[in-house]
């Protein structure tokens, strides 16, 4: 991957119109081609979606992008930080993540607290001493969330839809520029689930959001605040751009191979797809 200055500071993240970007990325794991050429970028005020069938790669880009992969070939950057040159441990607090992935390296007995402050430092099971001031940043962020009864609670007992909801949290006290949601309703019931996107439209709208990339197998999902949509099929950029551009019958029927006809609510705010 190519090599860059490892001196950028989280100033010279802010001044950058550009928050993230895969330039040429491609990821093989033995002879099987995942990511090929992928090329993408965000930049301050987008929201993204990216969707597309199982097995394109939505999931392996969002682990090149958090370093929890490594690209095969090509360039990944945080504002000015380039992977491969910056220390990756450092650039992740400055980006949220919300993954079902994390919910098994987290230890049965952390407490939710502990759990929560941990994405500060983008690290898992926290260890240290929990400030007053920070019990109370995670109460105020749970109970925004609808859990402020889960402050005093461990990780082990709590459900499925509680465990997305605690990491939605952990991704919120990052000092972070963009917050990747890869299939954060997953696990959530109907209701908590809209209780979930209407809190997600809230802070896409509120003056100092970051900018948010969701990766969702549901159209129903992609609220009125996404600006863009990434289309992945086989590994590669189907289709990328604005949201009005790019999300069309003709779009998802291609990608998906089957064919799909895109539909919008009677207010014309939320999609849904017909056979």
Not at 51 to 63: E, F, M, Q
Not at 215 to 229: A, K, M, N, Q
Request: aromatic share 6%; with cysteine.
């Amino acid at each position: 991957m190519r090599s860059a200055s490892a001196s950028s500071s989280r100033g010279n993240l802010s001044q950058d119109p550009t928050v993230l970007s895969a330039s040429g990325v491609s990821f093989r794991r033995g002879d099987r081609i995942i990511l090929d050429g992928i090329t993408w970028r965000v930049r301050v005020g987008e929201h993204w979606v990216i969707l597309g069938p199982n097995g394109c790669g939505k999931t392996s880009l969002i682990k090149l992008i958090t370093g929890y992969e490594m690209a095969t070939d090509g360039d990944i950057a945080v504002g000015n930080d380039h992977f491969g040159s910056a220390d990756w441990r450092e650039v992740r607090k400055h980006v949220g993540l919300v993954t079902t992935a994390l919910t098994h390296f987290l230890e049965p007995g952390e407490p939710v607290v502990d759990a929560v402050v941990s994405g500060r430092e983008a690290m898992l099971n926290f260890v240290g001493n929990i400030t007053p001031a920070q019990r109370r940043e995670v109460r105020a962020l749970l109970t925004q969330i609808g859990c402020g009864h889960l402050v005093d609670s461990r990780w082990g007992v709590l459900s499925q839809g509680e465990r997305q909801k605690v990491l939605i949290c952990r991704a919120m006290m990052a000092r972070f520029r963009v917050l990747i949601l890869d299939e954060p309703c997953a696990g959530l019931d109907p209701v908590a689930r809209e209780h979930f996107l209407h809190w997600l439209q809230e802070l896409a709208t509120s003056a100092h959001s970051p900018s948010l990339v969701l990766v969702t197998h549901h159209v129903e999902e992609i609220l009125p605040c996404f600006t863009h949509v990434l289309l992945l099929k086989d590994g590669r950029v189907f289709g990328a751009g604005e949201k009005k551009k790019v999300l069309s019958s003709a779009n998802l029927s291609a990608a998906y191979g089957a064919k799909l006809r895109l539909v919008k609510d009677r207010r014309g705010e939320r999609f849904g797809l017909r056979f």
